[in-house]
T-cell receptor, first 114, second 114 residues
């Protein structure tokens, strides 16, 4: 079975704090892809990052970084020095095997307060 | 490219009426997905197409829902008759062939059935 768990339903931080959003996935496939999307209050879903199962290298993009650990089946997302504009719902998703469908987590709602 | 274009952005209709949601995918994309998002159920995949052919419609909730993709640049999702529980945001997304490619989402249609 394939599953994505985002255990944190809501997180609230004060601006400039670092925050980590957790994502744990389940799949029996050896080849799979993980994604993060952002849904700001305006409602659209914005692609942030894709990672394949053969590449465990962590990635940094500005204030965003992602930590992929196959040993714990986790693909966590950290925002450094958070800003009010980071307030959004963040979704983690999995695509595994021959399945063309994305398996989505329920999302983590992040509120960054001034 | 203008991205995935959905229309209308907002729709308010009375129970029992027919509702048609429209989507223009990104040119050259092989896959098109229809999602529904609600607070209670999160993001649900309703149906997806590959090269205009419906591949998996197991997420379509009832026979009241139908989707078509008459050509590579247009798809519709129809609800007939609509019910208040159909109220949700409906997203269309498209992507290239390949499990490692990200899906790009439209801005969604917010449907309210009264």
């Amino acid at each position: 079975a394939q599953k994505v768990t985002q255990a944190q339903t809501e997180i609230s931080v004060v601006e400039k704090e670092d925050v980590t959003l957790d994502c744990v996935y389940e799949t029996r496939d050896t080849t799979y892809y993980l994604f993060w999307y952002k849904q700001p209050p305006s409602g659209e879903l914005v692609f942030l990052i894709r990672r394949n199962s053969f590449d465990e290298q962590n990635e940094i993009s500005g204030r965003y970084s992602w930590n992929f650990q196959k040993s714990t089946s986790s693909f966590n997302f950290t925002i450094t020095a958070s800003q009010v504009v980071d307030s959004a719902v963040y979704f983690c998703a999995l695509n595994a095997g021959n399945n063309r469908k994305l398996i989505w987590g329920l999302g983590t709602s992040l509120a960054v307060n001034p | 490219d203008a991205g995935v274009i959905q229309s209308p952005r907002h729709e308010v209709t009375e129970m029992g009426q027919e509702v048609t949601l429209r989507c223009k995918p990104i040119s050259g994309h092989d896959y098109l997905f229809w999602y529904r998002q609600t607070m209670m159920r999160g993001l649900e995949l309703l149906i997806y197409f590959n090269n205009n052919v419906p591949i998996d419609d197991s997420g379509m909730p009832e026979d009241r829902f139908s989707a078509k993709m008459p050509n590579a640049s247009f798809s519709t999702l129809k609800i007939q008759p609509s019910e208040p529980r159909d109220s949700a945001v409906y997203f269309c997304a498209s992507r290239h062939y390949g499990a490692n490619t990200e899906a790009f989402f439209g801005q969604g249609t917010r449907l309210t059935v009264v």
